[in-house]
Every structure is written in C-alpha cells, then in structure tokens.
C-alpha cells in the first residue's frame, strides 16, 4: 500500500494545476505548487520512519509524479528531481549530516537544489573542473552552474566540487549545503521552449561546510551516481514525461468521447497505437523501480543498461505519443495555442526529455555496456 | 606485472601525468570513464592476445592496473608470476 494518501497528492495537482498556465507563460517557479509540497510534507515522502518521514518508496514517488505530471509537467520534474537528491542523502549521508537534515526534510522545510551541471563542453556527471578547498576541517565552495532547477527557491543544495587536493578531475565529491551556508547569485534568465516553470537558471554558489556535510566517502561521488543518483533521476524523470503523456491522452480520450459520433476506424487505430506507446513505457518504468535497490554500490551493469534504457525510451515515447495526438485532434484542437487540451504545452514540455542528460551520450553508454556483456543478461 | 599493460594503461589515462603508473592507483581517479574502458579492453585483448570472459568484466577488474593484470594473468593461464617483471 502506498505511503502516500490520495487526498494529500490531490491538494498538490490542484495547486499545480491552477497555476500552470501562468507559470509556463511567465517561465516562472511554481510557487504554489510548491507550498503544498511543503505542506502535506510530500517533499519529506522518502525520509524513514526514524527521522520523522513516512518511509515512502521510489515506487510512490513514480505515482506522484506522474500524477502531479498531469496537471504540470514542471511540478513533476521539480518533485521527481527534489526526491533524486532526498533518497541520495537517505542512503549516503553519514549520521551527523542525515540528523541535521532529514528531520527537515520530513517536516517540508528543506526543497533541495541540485547543482550537478558546469560551464563547458565536458558535462560529465563524473567530472567536475571546479575544485573544492579543505581549511580548517571546512570545505570551501565556490562554483558556477549553468542549469540550476528551482534554485532560487532552493533552502539547500547538493553540489558537486572536485574532491580537496584531488590529483584528476575525475574524484568528486557531492556536498550539502544550506541556502545560510552560501552566498547564491543569479547570473542569468531563464526563457525556453518548454518546462518554463523549472525556473533552470544560471547561478553561482559561494561559502564554506563542515566536512560532515561531504556525503558518502571523499572522492567517491561517481559510486553514489551509479547505485542511487542516476537511477532516482532516470526513473523520476520518465515518470515525469510519461504522467504528461498520459495526462494527454486521457484529454484526448474525453475530447473523442464528447463528439457527436464514434470515431472512425482510423482515429481508434491511431488511438490504440498511442496507448500501446505508453504501457510499454509504464512497464519499463515499473520494472526498473521494481529493480532498484538505493544504495547499493554493487549495481550491475544490467542495471545501469536498464535506466539508461528507460531513460531514452521514455524521453523519445512520450513525446512521439504526444507528436501523434496533435495529428490525431488536428490544428484546432491540437495545435492552437491555449487550446483546452493543451497539447501545445505538453509537447513544448516533452521536447526537453530528450536533452535533459543527453539521449545520445547514454547510447554511448550503452553500447559501451552491450559489449561488456556478450552474454547479454538483461536485468 | 608486464610493462606493456602499463603502456596500454597510459593510452587511456588521460590524467595519468608523466610519472610512472602506480599500480594501486585507483583507474577512475586517473580518468578511465566505461567508454574508456571498452577501448582499454580491446587494446589489452589484442596485446595480449587474449579474449577476457563477461564475468571478469567488472568494476573490480578495471579497479586499478594491479587487478587488471590479475585478470590478464589468470586469462592468460600464466597466474602473472610467467610474465616479465617491470624494472
């Protein structure tokens, strides 16, 4: 049974939905939306029991968010990616750091901001050129990100920095630090095609933590990547894209239902092709939540081929499924601009699904993985 | 351990600097990414002419240039003492 009661997850689609078109139209953060986030404390769902949390899962999370993608597909990403980083610390924070902020998290004071992306062409998760400084048992940060979702919002961030005295920009760290913490700057606006209400904007980040607030061991962040970070966004993320998918179909599906006359025989096979789309997307999204063990560094390359799988085949799915109901509805009802079904926006929102952690560099990843593999075991 | 290991490594360490490679240091530190690592093992098969089953293709195997040659040794049927010796 879910964690998670309906009515709680209600409260947030309804805020949500009632700000979105604003939102979109002024790229700006769902505030809203957000409020009730903190209020039901949905924000805490994935904090335990012993820290004041409910205990939910990644599976509840996945209902959520494709419920709140529903009503906004921005809300979705913020949640899915406010998740990625609690589930993170819930597995890799050491005592001090998991007392000082999980108890928060579970009480909706702390939306988390992921500071993860860098200036320059290398974009690597498992790369970081900004270094971080160790003085006096304090970590110094001081850092650029381009993309930073929510992050003026944010009462926390987890950022990665190069490891102190790190001989290769390939040790990373990921610290936590508190809005208090830091001196945060906005360098920049936000306007683009879709999911304008992330809010992604530029900003750079300066202060000073405790060392307690490196989470899991020094140097070691791709480990933490690779058994919970990456996973939680994948699976987050396709649930995102395919709840606004759905959300689409089922105005679609009412749309054809209120006609004057049954549809014909074409419409209902596109209809179908559509529908059949989204359960193979649903299916991988649940096998692979259903596959997920967060925390465990020993995840296989079956895994890791799995997510990136799930990953890319959502991104190019949902947004092809909603591509084919615009064709379905035609130019008035599709295509028009504010138009009840809001395909419009959905297929503006879905075009980032694809560029959000490259498409193309997981392909290299997994072909890198197929041949690593001859024997070719699924997960 | 075989020197030429050490001069496939090297290919592939973008960070690895111009000292010689410590053979526990850590591979990942020294810049060896997954797709690094599938260019390092069709280098390492056709220098040694050798074909390295799935189940040593791990990321324990590709820890550091000593396990790596662990794995090299015991696909080679030498058990690493056989091989000559870095000086």
């Known amino acids: 049974m879910s964690a998670i009661p309906d009515d709680l997850i209600d409260v947030v689609c309804k805020a949500a939905d009632e700000e979105a078109a604003d939102a979109d139209e002024r790229a700006s953060f769902p505030v809203g939306a957000l409020a009730a986030l903190r209020e039901t404390r949905l924000l805490g769902a994935l904090v335990p029991a012993e820290h004041g949390g409910p205990g939910a899962t990644m599976s509840d999370v996945v209902d959520v968010t494709m419920r709140l993608a529903r009503a906004d597909m921005s809300v979705a990403l913020i949640y899915a990616m406010h998740c990625q980083q609690t589930l993170t610390l819930v597995h890799h924070a050491g005592d001090e750091l998991a007392r000082e902020v999980l108890p928060a998290l579970a009480r909706g004071d702390l939306y988390l901001g992921s500071v993860t992306t860098e200036p320059g062409a290398t974009a690597s998760l498992f790369v970081a050129e900004s270094r971080a400084h160790a003085e006096q048992g304090r970590t110094l940060i001081d850092r650029m990100a381009p993309i930073v979702t929510g992050g003026t919002h944010a009462d926390g961030y987890l950022i990665t920095m190069r490891t102190p005295d790190a001989g290769s920009p390939s040790q990373v760290d990921l610290l936590y630090a508190g809005r208090d913490e830091l001196t945060v700057e906005v360098k920049g606006g936000w306007n683009p095609l879709g999911m304008r209400a992330t809010e992604s904007v530029p900003m750079a980040f300066r202060g000073a933590v405790p060392a307690s607030h490196t989470v899991g061991e020094p140097g070691c962040f791709a480990d933490i990547a690779k058994a919970t970070f990456i996973p939680a966004a994948h699976t987050g993320w396709a649930a995102a894209w395919l709840g606004a998918a759905a959300g689409a179909l089922s105005r679609v599906a009412k749309h054809l239902r209120g006609g004057k006359q049954a549809p014909s025989e074409l419409v209902l096979a596109r209809l179908g092709d559509i529908r059949t789309e989204l359960d193979c997307v649903h299916a991988m999204l649940r096998h692979a939540v259903a596959e997920f063990s967060p925390g465990d560094t020993s995840a296989t390359g079956s895994f890791q081929a799995l997510v990136n799988s799930l990953k890319i085949t959502a991104a190019v799915r949902c947004y092809a499924a909603v591509d084919a109901m615009v064709d379905l509805v035609g130019l008035r009802h599709g295509y028009l601009l504010g138009s009840p079904l809001r395909l419009d926006r959905t297929l503006r929102d879905l075009r980032s699904a694809s560029l959000n952690y490259a498409n193309d560099k997981l392909r290299l990843a997994n072909g890198a993985l197929a041949l690593m593999d001859t024997g070719t075991r699924l997960a | ?87």
Request: proline residues 5%; negative net charge.
């Open chain 2, 1 to 87: 351990m075989d020197s030429r290991l050490l001069d496939v490594l090297r290919r592939h360490l973008r960070y690895a600097g111009p000292s010689a490679i410590d053979q526990d240091a850590s591979l990942r530190d020294l810049g060896l990414n997954s797709m690094q690592a599938i260019e390092l093992l069709f280098d390492v098969e056709s220098e040694f002419g050798i074909e390295v089953p799935d189940e040593l293709l791990t990321e324990q195997t590709f820890a550091t240039a000593a396990t790596l040659w662990s794995a090299i040794a015991r696909v080679s049927g030498t058990g690493g003492a056989a091989m000559p010796r870095v000086p």
